[in-house]
């Protein structure tokens, strides 16, 4: 038994023998009584006679054409053939709407798939799970994210330079766009973490941290010993910054010096 695809119209073959298994030949369309049974009929009246011409092809074997209202149903499907001189003939097939030929390999029109020269496989998505879904935008897909899982961002998901100042339009992240816990917990890092204590080299453009650093030494660790105004870091003992004055008694300039 083979799968054969519905409402569709083929050749088919059998082999005709004796008792004896030896072929059986030159036997006439009329001498043959035929009957056919599909799937959905009723159980012990499946069975109703079949309108089809037997052909003798050679050795023993006979052909006939199995048409589309012979494979309308899907399901199983009996053809019998019967004669006097011979075995009985029985033959079964499965009837499915749709055959694996129905993907092709490379494109036919029709059909649903295609294999592209590097491999990859190509679709028409029409519906998905009974929508039409959007037009690709500059040949990507236009979702709209309504809902993720937890822990979908997380450092082992995201490749370096995944978010960079290009990939976001002007105002693409506005304070509207976030939630109201979410500025708050922005806010609330940003002034209560706890800052690693730095400073900038002397010449060298300060980050946010060194600037309040150096702002801070600048106000409440500070020593002078002539020319010389030493500020010092945290711990109230190294140095962090030295400058220079242009008189030990009127000065009027400062420069920092390390």
């Known amino acids: 038994m083979y799968t054969i695809k519905q409402s569709t119209a083929e050749t088919q073959f059998f082999y005709l023998h004796d008792i004896s298994g030896d072929a059986v030949l030159g036997q006439a369309d009329g001498t043959f009584t035929k009957r056919i049974g599909k799937n959905g009929g009723t159980a012990g009246s499946l069975f109703t006679a079949m309108t089809v011409v037997i052909t003798e092809e050679e050795n023993g074997f006979y052909s006939f054409p199995l048409s589309t209202s012979h494979s309308d149903t899907v399901g199983l499907l009996a053809v019998v053939f019967t004669h006097a001189t011979a075995k009985q003939v029985n033959l079964v097939w499965r009837v499915e709407a749709r055959l694996i030929d129905n993907l092709a390999f490379p494109a ?32 990507r897909m236009d979702t709209s994210v309504g809902a993720m899982q937890n822990n979908v961002f997380v450092a082992a998901a995201i490749q370096d330079g995944a978010f960079t100042a290009a990939k976001f339009n002007t105002d693409s992240i506005t304070a509207d766009a976030l939630a109201a816990d979410a500025v708050t917990e922005i806010a609330t890092n940003i002034f209560t973490s706890q800052m690693t204590e730095s400073y900038a080299a002397d010449g060298t453009a300060p980050t946010p941290a060194q600037i309040l650093f150096m702002i801070w030494s600048r106000i409440v660790e500070i020593g002078s010993s002539g020319l010389t105004i030493t500020t010092r870091k945290l711990d109230g003992t190294t140095v962090a910054m030295t400058f220079t004055l242009d008189s030990a008694t009127s000065p009027t300039t400062i420069t920092r010096t390390t």
């Open 108 to 139: 036919t029109s029709g059909r649903s798939l295609a294999v592209e020269s590097d491999g990859m496989v190509q679709s028409t998505v029409e519906e998905w799970r009974g929508t039409v879904p959007n037009v690709l935008v500059s040949n």
